[in-house]
């Protein structure tokens, strides 16, 4: 079975600048994807960035970038430039491209971390 | 945009009374799951229905029914509440486009759920 660690339960960044969330993995599979999710206050789940393991290269969306280091097994997020509105517990995520049951693709959660933004 | 629309967003319950939980997507997708949030325990998959007319179990299941009644519609029901069920619980679903599928889960609001 896949895990997912995020060792860092709490974290926290001044107002524009940069702070990396960490994310290692353990899987025997060899193609899968990775994923980071947001949620905020609201309780919404909503999704940051995704990565294709047989990607070399790292994901960007706009100040969100990954480090994506498949032989160690981490994904770690970077967001630059941090805003106000970017606190929220983060999670990391890992999908197997495998059939599980009946064909759906189940995600496996870390436990997250929850980013504090200083103004 | 509704996206997954899960109801209610609060309930209260006492210990051995019943409920069923609501979620509906409108982005006619294939996949829906269920989870639970505890403090500390991440998100875990309580179950899921590959498309209409399934269901399978997930990490989680014992305590817990689902109907997939249509395509749209995914319910979880508690059927005697116990305080363990104390949670915040999330609907979200997914479209495949095949083995190699990259989309992502699309997640409702979440459910508040207390049992006392």
């Known amino acids: 079975a896949q895990t997912v660690t995020q060792s860092q339960p709490e974290m926290s960044v001044q107002e524009a600048e940069t702070v990396t969330l960490s994310c290692t993995y353990d899987?025997?599979?060899?193609?899968?994807?990775l994923f980071w999710y947001k949620q905020p206050p609201s309780r919404q789940m909503i999704l940051v960035i995704r990565?294709?393991?047989?990607?070399?290269q790292n994901a960007t969306e706009n100040r969100f970038s990954v480090n994506f280091q498949k032989a160690a097994k981490s994904f770690s997020l970077k967001i630059s430039d941090s805003q106000l509105g970017d606190a929220a517990m983060y999670f990391c995520?890992?999908?197997?491209?495998?059939?599980?049951?009946?064909?759906?693709?189940?995600?496996?959660f870390g436990k997250g971390t929850k980013l504090s933004v200083i103004p | 945009n509704a996206g997954v629309t899960q109801t209610p967003k609060f309930q209260v319950l006492k210990t051995g009374q019943s409920m069923t939980l609501q979620c509906a997507q409108d982005?006619?997708?294939?996949?829906m799951y269920w989870y639970r949030q505890d403090p500390g325990m991440g998100l875990r998959l309580i179950y899921y229905?590959?498309?209409?007319?399934?269901?399978d179990k997930g990490e989680v299941p014992n305590g817990y029914n689902v109907s997939r009644l249509n395509k749209r519609e995914f319910s979880l029901r508690l059927e005697s509440a116990a305080p363990s069920q104390t949670s915040v619980y999330f609907c979200?679903?997914?479209?495949?486009?095949?083995?190699?599928?990259?989309?992502?889960?699309?997640f409702g609001d979440g459910t508040r759920l207390s049992i006392l």
């Open positions: 995520a890992y999908r197997s491209p495998t059939y599980s049951g009946a064909g759906s693709y189940q995600l496996t």
């Open positions: 982005m006619n997708h294939n996949s």
């Open positions: 990565q294709e393991a047989y990607k070399q």
């Open positions: 229905s590959a498309s209409e007319g399934t269901t």
């Open positions: 899987t025997s599979e060899s193609d899968y994807y």
């Open positions: 979200a679903s997914s479209d495949l486009m095949g083995p190699y599928s990259n989309q992502p889960q699309h």
